[in-house]
């Protein structure tokens, strides 16, 4: 068990939680995908895995190699983001920093975790993790600032970047929403081969009930921050609940042409 | 079958960059149908939408709505083509102005278009929030205190306002989640039914587009394909 995350419970000040009650688990090497509409609580889930919101209150566990991430202090805690759990998000383009070149970036990220280690090697890695990213010209990429790259090639950077520090856990907050469907189907591609080839779990997360389905071995459905259903392979196509049968009907919008879709 | 909006030979080129964005597409428009427009990113869909309704200078070809080429159109005959033509765009927060109420921002299509007294503005106002299925008391929000859904609820609201022949939808799903997405496909075939309103829609999404289409074009860096 790679991540596993027990009753866990999110809220902002004295307000109604946002997520209540999430327990599951996402195993090494998998592919396990987070599925809910915009709202559901899928992104405040994901955020919380590292703490990386801090005004909401978490209760509950989350265990990362035997530790309970929410009981860590602030220095420890450090060398689990990246070092253990790294992030990519929705939109690359507000994710880098626009006034540093894509290369520099990712350097900055291994040389968090190797102070000590020489430029050169940074560089190395760099361009390494731009190599692994798939993308072609990596010297040209490492030099380029994120306007002047396409939104695909700014994902494959910010992948570049969460993988130099080699995690064990790869959370992907809707990793492709933003992009059109060929780079989005690339994308997918290579964080699959990432995940065989690298010993990489990936938790992904998306609004996409398609793409979940295409790509996920373990499908969690949230609705309204409760997990309502959680589908195995085999059983991606039959769900069971309302809400989940709700959502793959709103997915069978080209069945019948211009016809209302019932929801 | 008659058509309301016609494409002949229209080109269009980013002199900065040399990308030839729309290259020699023709297309016709029947009345009350849709016209369904498929590609990926940076194929020109979006610039073909402008250059049909006059927003961006066309180098080559021309468009006629109505029968009347809408290049050579001026004064009234221009702002009756506006009133007739509308569009919905991609990105609804983008698309409304941040600083005017829904009812301000439905309201401005007939203030552009006659001069109407108040109490007809409350009244179509609030007709329009019913037909896109949104409460009475969004008049007095700002874009920001809406969702990207119920943006759209309100740009299609304010593109419908004056019965226009034709609406260009582009990409007008591709920002919402699939069940909101749903929810604004419906609503766009229900008004399409009520009205007979023509359409033009575009997006990345092969199913939306099959979705909602009675024919498809599909589109390649500037060159249009059938399907």
Same mark, same amino acid.
């Given at each position: 068990?790679?991540?596993?995350?027990?009753?866990?419970?999110?809220?902002?000040?004295?307000?109604? &939680?946002?997520?209540?009650?999430? =327990?599951?688990?996402?195993?090494?090497?998998?592919?396990?995908?987070?599925?809910?509409?915009?709202?559901?609580?899928?992104?405040?889930?994901?955020?919380?895995?590292?703490?990386?919101?801090?005004?909401?209150?978490?209760?509950?566990?989350?265990?990362?190699?035997?530790?309970?991430?929410? =009981?860590?202090?602030?220095?420890?805690?450090?060398?689990?983001?990246?070092?253990?759990?790294?992030?990519?998000?929705?939109?690359?383009?507000?994710?880098?920093?626009?006034?540093?070149?894509?290369?520099?970036?990712?350097?900055?990220?291994?040389?968090?975790?190797?102070?000590?280690?020489?430029?050169?090697?940074?560089?190395?890695?760099?361009?390494?993790?731009?190599?692994?990213?798939?993308?072609?010209?990596?010297?040209?990429?490492?030099?380029?600032?994120?306007?002047?790259? =396409?939104?695909?090639?700014?994902?494959?950077?910010?992948?570049?970047?969460?993988?130099?520090?080699? &995690?064990?856990?790869?959370?992907?907050?809707? &990793?492709?929403?933003?992009?059109?469907?060929?780079?989005?189907?690339?994308?997918?591609?290579?964080?699959?081969?990432? =995940?065989?080839?690298?010993?990489?779990?990936?938790?992904?997360?998306?609004?996409?009930?398609?793409?979940?389905?295409?790509?996920?071995?373990?499908?969690?459905?949230?609705?309204?921050?409760?997990?309502?259903?959680?589908?195995?392979?085999?059983?991606?196509?039959? &769900?069971?609940?309302?809400?989940?049968?709700?959502?793959?009907?709103?997915?069978?919008?080209?069945?019948?042409?211009?016809?209302?879709?019932?929801? | 079958?008659?058509?309301?909006?016609?494409?002949?030979?229209?080109?269009?080129?980013?002199?900065?960059?040399? #990308?030839?964005?729309?290259?020699?597409?023709?297309?016709?428009?029947?009345?009350?149908?849709?016209?369904?427009?498929? *590609?990926?990113?940076?194929?020109?869909?979006?610039?073909?939408?402008?250059?049909?309704?006059?927003?961006?200078?066309?180098?080559?070809?021309? #468009?006629?709505?109505?029968?009347?080429?809408?290049?050579?159109?001026?004064?009234?005959?221009?702002?009756?083509?506006?009133?007739?033509?509308?569009?919905?765009?991609?990105?609804?927060?983008?698309?409304?102005?941040?600083?005017?109420?829904?009812?301000?921002?439905?309201?401005?299509?007939?203030?552009?278009?006659?001069?109407?007294?108040?109490?007809?503005?409350?009244?179509? %106002?609030?007709?329009?929030?019913?037909?896109?299925?949104?409460?009475?008391?969004?008049?007095?929000?700002?874009?920001?205190?809406?969702? *990207? *859904?119920?943006?759209?609820? %309100?740009?299609?609201?304010?593109?419908?306002?004056?019965?226009?022949?034709?609406?260009?939808?582009?990409?007008? #799903?591709?920002?919402?989640?699939?069940? %909101?997405?749903?929810?604004?496909?419906?609503?766009?075939?229900?008004?399409?039914?009520?009205?007979?309103?023509?359409?033009?829609?575009?997006?990345?999404?092969?199913?939306? #587009?099959?979705?909602?289409?009675?024919?498809?074009?599909?589109?390649?860096?500037?060159?249009?394909?059938?399907?």
């Amino acid at each position: 068990m790679t991540l596993r995350i027990n009753h866990l419970k999110i809220a902002f000040e004295n307000k109604r &939680p946002v997520v209540e009650d999430l =327990s599951l688990a996402v195993e090494e090497r998998s592919f396990t995908a987070l599925v809910g509409e915009s709202g559901s609580g899928k992104t405040v889930t994901a955020l919380s895995v590292c703490r990386l919101i801090r005004p909401a209150v978490l209760t509950g566990e989350i265990l990362f190699s035997g530790k309970n991430l929410l =009981s860590l202090d602030e220095k420890e805690l450090l060398r689990v983001r990246g070092g253990g759990i790294s992030h990519i998000f929705q939109d690359p383009f507000s994710s880098l920093n626009p006034v540093l070149p894509a290369g520099r970036q990712i350097e900055e990220a291994f040389r968090i975790h190797h102070p000590r280690a020489p430029k050169s090697e940074a560089r190395n890695e760099a361009l390494a993790a731009l190599g692994d990213a798939a993308i072609p010209d990596p010297e040209r990429v490492c030099r380029s600032f994120p306007h002047e790259l =396409s939104g695909g090639l700014c994902q494959r950077a910010m992948i570049a970047m969460a993988l130099v520090s080699r &995690p064990k856990v790869l959370i992907a907050d809707e &990793p492709t929403t933003a992009l059109d469907t060929a780079t989005q189907d690339q994308i997918m591609r290579l964080l699959a081969r990432l =995940s065989a080839e690298r010993n990489l779990a990936v938790f992904f997360i998306t609004h996409d009930l398609g793409l979940a389905r295409d790509w996920a071995e373990v499908i969690y459905v949230l609705e309204k921050g409760r997990l309502v259903e959680r589908l195995t392979k085999e059983e991606k196509f039959t &769900p069971r609940e309302p809400y989940t049968k709700k959502l793959f009907r709103a997915e069978l919008i080209d069945q019948k042409p211009k016809t209302f879709i019932e929801i | 079958m008659e058509t309301i909006l016609e494409a002949n030979h229209l080109r269009k080129t980013f002199k900065k960059h040399g #990308v030839k964005a729309v290259d020699d597409v023709t297309l016709a428009i029947p009345k009350g149908r849709t016209l369904g427009l498929v *590609g990926e990113s940076g194929c020109g869909k979006s610039t073909l939408a402008k250059l049909l309704l006059g927003l961006l200078p066309a180098d080559g070809g021309e #468009v006629f709505f109505g029968g009347q080429k809408i290049a050579a159109l001026k004064g009234a005959g221009l702002k009756n083509f506006r009133k007739n033509a509308q569009i919905i765009f991609q990105h609804p927060h983008a698309s409304l102005d941040p600083r005017l109420r829904v009812r301000e921002i439905l309201a401005e299509p007939f203030w552009i278009h006659g001069r109407p007294d108040a109490s007809f503005l409350k009244q179509k %106002v609030a007709e329009l929030l019913e037909r896109v299925g949104l409460p009475p008391h969004f008049s007095e929000r700002l874009p920001r205190e809406l969702s *990207g *859904g119920e943006c759209q609820r %309100v740009a299609i609201a304010r593109a419908v306002s004056l019965d226009p022949a034709l609406v260009i939808c582009d990409e007008p #799903v591709s920002s919402l989640d699939a069940l %909101v997405q749903a929810g604004i496909l419906n609503l766009l075939l229900r008004l399409q039914r009520e009205k007979g309103i023509a359409c033009l829609f575009i997006s990345h999404d092969l199913r939306v #587009v099959r979705h909602m289409s009675d024919e498809i074009l599909r589109m390649k860096c500037g060159k249009i394909g059938r399907f």
